[in-house]
Structures are given as structure tokens and as C-alpha cells.
């Protein structure tokens, strides 16, 4: 098996999880994505956090896909950090081949990630542009550090039988949804009621 994983908060999921999880489906040749619904991102507030239950029931919803599974993974694996549940995973699933899937934004971020050493060697990362992150991510501190490590988007579809350190920056059509801007949205509709 070759399994995508996308992390995450998903407050809310949207449109762009399904989008990205669809081009690295065919981009990369994958037989599933798992979304690893997050209990606790710990490096977002808790403050605006919906719950587990609504955050995997909504995700459920848009993901509508037979290759796309939504799990609450984390949650029954005891984990907090990725590094933890990646670690986690490869334990228990030495024959599956994963690659960790990420946006542009989160590449952006990923030094601020509790051991994001470990991630990169875990296993193979497959970075999807995201609107406004692609240059950024790209000459940010992963990007420099593993430049040796990437492959070219052309050969994406061997990404998962990658040894790791090995990732791919894939360029896709850009999906203007943002989680933020979601919230956003629905505190302004809610201060318009009052």
C-alpha cells in the first residue's frame, strides 16, 4: 500500500484538503490519503478549536472520496507531535509506504515543528503549493537544508519508494479555500445576528 498522510486541525476541513488530497492521489500514485484528524494542534490556540467529533464529522463530509479515509488516529495512538505519530505509524505498518503530505504554508512553518528532523527522515514529504506560500516555502530552511533531497515533480510518482530524507515540491492548480479565512466568515456572520 502507498498512503498519503495529510495532518492537520481541520477547523474546518474544506475544499482544499480534498483538492490537494486528489492531485497527490494521481501525482503520486497513492492507493489512499488518510486525513489525521488532530485533537490538539500544539501550536494553534484552543480558543476557536471546534471539537474532535465535529471537526471528523464535517471532514467526513467533504472528503466524499472511496480513496480519502478520515481518521482520528492521533486520538488512539496516545500522540500530540507528528513526529510522534509518524514514528507511530512506521512501527506499526513497516510494509506501507507513506509519504507525509503538507502545504506550502506548513513547509513554511515546519521549523517551528517539534523534531521536523525526525519527520524528514521518517519518511518521504510531498509539499503542495498553496496560494501565496510557494516562493516562500521553497527558499525557506527545509527547502535549503534538504535541497539535495528532492526529487523533480516530474518523477513525483516515485516519491514513495523514496528513502527518506526525500521530498517533492508539487505546483497544482491553487485552491483559494483557507480554514482562517472559513472562521473568519462565520465569526463575521455571527457578530452581523447580534
Not at 505498518?93 to 519527520?119: C, E, H, K, Y
Not at 510557494?134 to 515533480?153: E, F, M
Request: aromatic share 6%.
Amino acid at each position: 500500500m502507498r498512503i498519503g498522510l495529510l495532518g492537520g486541525s481541520f477547523n474546518p476541513a474544506h475544499d482544499g484538503h480534498r483538492h490537494i488530497s486528489l492531485v497527490a492521489l494521481r501525482r503520486l500514485q497513492l492507493d489512499q490519503v488518510w486525513w489525521l484528524v488532530s485533537p490538539q494542534n500544539p501550536l494553534k490556540p484552543v480558543s476557536g478549536m471546534a471539537d474532535l467529533p465535529t471537526r471528523l464529522s464535517v471532514a467526513r463530509r467533504i472528503a466524499r472520496h472511496p480513496h480519502i479515509r478520515v481518521s482520528d488516529l492521533e486520538t488512539r495512538l496516545g500522540t500530540q507531535f507528528t513526529c510522534d505519530t509518524l514514528a507511530a505509524l512506521r512501527r506499526r505498518a513497516r510494509a506501507t509506504r507513506f509519504v507525509w503530505l503538507m502545504g506550502a504554508d506548513n513547509l513554511a512553518q515546519m521549523p517551528n515543528w517539534r523534531n521536523w528532523q525526525t519527520i524528514m527522515a521518517l519518511m518521504p514529504v510531498a509539499v503542495l503549493d498553496r496560494p501565496g506560500y510557494g516562493l516562500k516555502a521553497l527558499h525557506g530552511k527545509i527547502a535549503t537544508r534538504y535541497a539535495d533531497a528532492r526529487i523533480s515533480s516530474a518523477h513525483a510518482s516515485t516519491l514513495a519508494d523514496q528513502t527518506a530524507p526525500a521530498w517533492c515540491f508539487l505546483p497544482c492548480r491553487l485552491h483559494p479555500a483557507s480554514a482562517t479565512a472559513i472562521r473568519a466568515g462565520e465569526e463575521s456572520a455571527t457578530l452581523s445576528l447580534r
